[in-house]
């Protein structure tokens, strides 16, 4: 479960611009290497189109540098194997396949095609502590479509982990979570944040207070406002587009 | 052929049934063994005895087809590229084992018979040459086919062509070839094809005892064939086809190129199809546009779908079922062949996506189509918490039960 070195996230001027409509305005972010990053906003404020950016999804201009790498320019999975990783808003796990298959494959971008050829005789190591981590080990076998909701969640952030994933984006993983859930995910993020950098999007207010170390607020397309979640809070431009609305309705 | 879902009274034993299947995915090798072995004494002992040599020669014939099946069971079933022009492939295989063939019956130097009738041609065109050598026209069969999927592939994939719009482009490739072919009359023998083949490497095609020998060829090959796509599809990069079938975005996202994926699956299928298409020529005695255009390209897929596609045995058991029924029942209903086949591929389609595969278990194995989940099965799944299963999928259809498992084994892995 180690990533190599800790590499942060370091934005300049990204724009993102579909068909006239700038999703993405001019946006500058950095996330310190370890850090784990909110991004909050109201609806359309351009936190998905910023990870679809950063994962190359969509074509933007401007930077992303992770590490001393620069990712816009690049294929979806080339930048996958420079070591980010993301999740999506609907969990997105095979689900046909079993935990241990879909764990299997997220490892194993990086294998020749003599070893895709054969079958797998054990369970590799890093999948087999990500079952634990995940706490799916006691069900390898157990086809992910039949998996409970908050499951697959953590399924999908098991895959980021053997994935050997150094940069986390997930796109509101606690979405639809019961609250113990929730807790266990907060735990989780913290356990896989001592040696990677996580940017989390979320709508739950109260997850964030609990489980964010900084926080960046979108709005429009730009950066509104960033600090502590204190420091966020007592914006008053904040309370203004965001958090004056009751935030417990905004997901 | 798991028992994921077979309900059998029994409390789990979730360390001794899931180690065991981890290290083995999918059928245990001592049954696939025995499958193997059922299917190699029904191909070379009892099949030979029971049939007259005119039955046996059509099921050559049907063992052909049931090979380009394996393949569509491959890409389709297992990869989600549905290949409505499979012909093309069959044919190239077929044509480049026919040209040398007739140029081993007209001799050296001679120009094949359908040359000398109809053709201006006083030599033979330069493309014929290198097939009048054994060791250029055999593996030409396979490679052929595999080169010209692999640079159809290669433009496709990459641009993300899928769906119904690869199924189209397949389809018209099986078109344009069957209008080259038509179309270059003095060359290729045109609409009647490559026909009257004599002789198979010395042996006269005529004797029923090399029809035998042929026969056995085609059975033998399929055989090996199984076992290929068996090991393709238990592979690790089977389970990986499956998960670009059901998410190639998400795939993508893993580091993975989907494009290459793909590939890797469309041109083996069409290694298969080659080959069949190689040995069809032999059993039948002649190859032309009529079996290689768009109607036996989706005559393939047709019985890949019946049989199950995604499974290993459902293409190869569905072909020979559907070519079978077709020669019985045109012998005495000619003409509504047509008609009750595609009642059949809509019936099967509608009602039974997993194909005739899914009716008796053979396909019960993980990484299958999500859409054969039919009510039966989801109904399986809902069966209370650890009485029917091998594996502890406690409360599947219970969200809550599974959520406190699930968990406290988050909790304990988190603080560990």
Redesign the interface.
Known sequence: MTGERLDGLRIRDLRVTFDGFTAVDGVDLDVAPGDIRFLIGPNGAGKTTLVDAVTGLVRATGSVRFGDTELLGRDVHRIARLGVGRTFQTAAVFEELSVLQNLDIAAGAGRSWWSLARRRRRIPDEVAEALTTIGLADRPDQLAGTLAHGQKQWLEIGMLLVQNARLLLLDEPVAGMSHDERDATGALLETVSRDRTVVVIEHDMDFLRRFARTVTVLHAGRVLSEGSVAQVQADPRVQEVYLGVDSGTEA | MST?TAPTGRTPD?AA??RR?????GAGPARAAAGFALGAALLFAVAPLALSDFRLSLLAKYLCLAMVAIGIGIAWGRGGMLTLGQGVFFGLGGYAMAMHLKLADAGPGELPDFMQLYGQLDELPWWWRPFASPWFALPATVLLPMAVAFGLGSLVFRRKVRGAYFAILSQALAMAMVILLVGQQGTTGGTNGLTDIQGFFGYALTDPVNQRMVYFVIAGTLLALLLLAR??I????G??L??VR??E?????????PASVKLVAYVVAAGMAGLAGALFVPAVGIISPAMIGIVPSIEFVIGVAVGGRATLLGPVLGAVAVAWAKTALSERFPGGWTYLQGLMFVLVVAFLPGGLAALVGLGRQ?????DRRRWWRRRR?QVPAGVGTT???EG?GT?EA???????????????
């Open positions: 994921v979730p049934g899931g299947r981890n290290l083995l995915p090991q393709l238990q592979s690790r990069y389970e990986l499956v998960a059901d998410g975005e998400r795939v993508r996202f893993l580091g993975y190129d993980r990484g299958d189509d999500p799944r594996v502890p999928v599947a969200p599974t959520d406190g498992a699930g968990l406290a084994g988050a909790r304990t892995g988190v603080t560990a």
